[in-house]
């Protein structure tokens, strides 16, 4: 890697070479897919080279890859709690989703330290609006209404 690189492009270079070793790709393969030279794969692989958004994206779309795992490395795909959340969440209602974010949102605050009286009302608040998303659809207009 050269030593110019940023973190995020020493880990686009690493990545891109797992992602294409990881589909059984040789460099030849990639270059005729997305339209470049082994010699230039090869350079993004070791960092001596940037991609353009252009060839970011051709490279990712033909790896299948997903874009957070360059800006988020925490978000690998090997991560299968993370995916697993993902595709939990992905099948809830809008206010399932909001409601989870507001704990996860919640949970953060508490870990730095956020742990004050307005993080506490925010706990009352959520679990209040748990007991809404628990009753059935038909149930939640009217009692909502009632408990305000």
């Known amino acids: 890697m050269s030593i110019y690189n940023t973190p995020l492009e020493e880990r686009f270079g690493e990545k891109l070479e797992e992602l294409r070793e990881g589909k059984n790709m040789t460099r030849e393969q990639l270059a005729d897919q997305v339209g470049l030279t082994a010699r230039h794969i090869a350079a993004l692989e070791r960092g001596e080279r940037r991609?353009?958004?252009?060839?970011?994206?051709?490279?990712?779309?033909?790896?299948?890859?997903?874009?957070?795992?360059?800006?988020?490395?925490?978000?690998?795909?090997?991560?299968?709690?993370?995916?697993?959340?993902?595709?939990?969440?992905?099948?809830?209602?809008?206010?399932?989703q909001e409601f989870l974010l507001g704990m996860?949102?919640?949970?953060?605050?508490?870990k730095y330290g956020g742990g004050s009286i307005a993080a506490r009302r925010s706990a009352v608040a959520i679990s209040h609006d748990a007991d809404i998303l628990r009753r059935p659809a038909r149930l939640r207009a009217s009692g909502s209404s009632q408990m305000q």
């Open 51 to 96: 991609p353009t958004l252009n060839t970011m994206e051709k490279l990712l779309r033909t790896l299948g890859a997903p874009t957070e795992w360059l800006i988020y490395p925490e978000f690998e795909e090997q991560n299968a709690r993370l995916r697993e959340i993902s595709h939990l969440a992905a099948t809830f209602s809008d206010e399932q």
């Open 104 to 110: 996860m949102r919640l949970m953060r605050k508490q």
